[in-house]
């Protein structure tokens, strides 16, 4: 028997670049809810940018932090959620996201990532000889986990506007069913 969950946040998940924070804050305003940015928080909590982790403790403890704070997000509601794009490999975070969140997968293909981050510095992960090359490599890794989303959305076609009522009416639509469903 399946148990229904309690719909009460919406995270966005997806390979950097593909615009969970600029689609989250957009979100947050349409749906009336609070925005919170995984990285943005880390950086807060820590005092240090996402880079500096990466060079001073390593990604694993990077990881181990996301961890930590997906741990304290089952206890919020109304809020969209941007996550860092290695999130949802880590073991359980998907799983406990989907607890108390609808989970929509931001997509895009390996080009149009690295057209939009070749020129950001901040971003550890791609600063080696082939950039491009590194986002093939870690987008086929991460796919299958990306896949296991509630909702997958490319979002090399279509304007922000239109990813964001796109989300925003399968949210309304899937937290209205769920709501229906528990009360049976």
């Known amino acids: 028997m399946m148990v229904a969950r309690e719909i009460r946040n919406l995270a966005l998940v997806g390979f950097m670049g593909v615009g969970k924070s ?43 932090l996301e961890s930590q704070l ?5 206890d919020w509601s109304n809020t969209v959620i941007a996550t860092g794009g290695g999130l949802v490999v880590q073991p359980g975070n998907l799983e406990r996201l989907k607890e108390h969140a609808l989970v929509a997968c931001l997509w895009a293909g390996a ?50 506007r239109e990813i964001v009522s796109l989300i925003a009416h399968q949210f309304r639509d899937t937290r209205r069913n769920a709501s229906a469903t528990n009360e049976k």
């Open 22 to 64: 600029t689609v989250g804050r957009l979100l947050a305003e349409e749906l009336g809810f609070a925005f919170i940015d995984t990285d943005e928080e880390i950086e807060r909590r820590t005092g240090s940018k996402i880079p500096e982790i990466f060079a001073s403790a390593g990604e694993a403890h990077f990881r181990s």
């Open 70 to 74: 997906i741990d304290e997000m089952k």
């Open 111 to 160: 080009h149009t990532i690295h057209q939009r981050t070749c020129h950001q510095t901040h971003r550890p992960l791609l600063q080696t000889e082939d950039p491009e090359g590194r986002i093939r490599e870690m987008l086929a890794a991460r796919e299958p986990f990306y896949r296991r989303s509630d909702l997958l959305v490319g979002t090399e076609l279509r304007p922000v």
